[in-house]
């Protein structure tokens, strides 16, 4: 099966749903402890990245700011002093705050600390995508 190296049941339920509804999530077998690369991760919600990090590695924050920026655009996240950092780890001052405070808002990203320097993971990438587009909006 295509997703076995996964080992979290509805992790992988999710990346099987993802798949039958057209998401290209990778030809090669991962676990969702796995970094996703940028490229991986820009072509499964069909965004534009910076050529430079195409093939390279994301951290959580990258990941939260490429994806709002492609779902909802620049002009509210980008708003300066609105938003109060819905994580413990993230000060309300940080540049990307309205970024991650529009995810956490969306459902896509949550928890008490966001870790935005860790790697950002096939699991991460799976959840994400999923719960943004199995929610009803």
Excluded at 37 to 62: C, H, P, Y
Excluded at 108 to 127: A, N, Q, Y
């Amino acid at each position: 099966k295509k997703y076995e190296a996964v080992q979290e049941l509805a992790l992988r339920a999710q990346a099987q749903a993802l798949s039958d509804h057209g998401f290209y999530i990778s030809s090669e077998k991962f676990s969702e402890n796995d970094p996703a690369s940028a490229e991986v991760f820009a072509n499964m919600i069909g965004a534009n990245i910076d050529e430079d990090n195409s093939s390279g590695k994301l951290t959580r924050g990258q990941a939260v700011v490429i994806f709002t920026r492609d779902m909802v655009g620049d002009t509210v996240p980008s708003l300066k002093g609105i938003f109060k950092s819905p994580f413990s780890d993230v000060g309300d001052t940080d540049p990307n705050v309205g970024y991650y405070a529009v995810a956490y808002a969306m459902g896509v990203v949550g928890g008490e600390k966001l870790d935005p320097d860790s790697s950002f993971t096939m699991g991460d990438m799976i959840r994400m995508v999923y719960t943004y587009y199995s929610t009803e909006r």
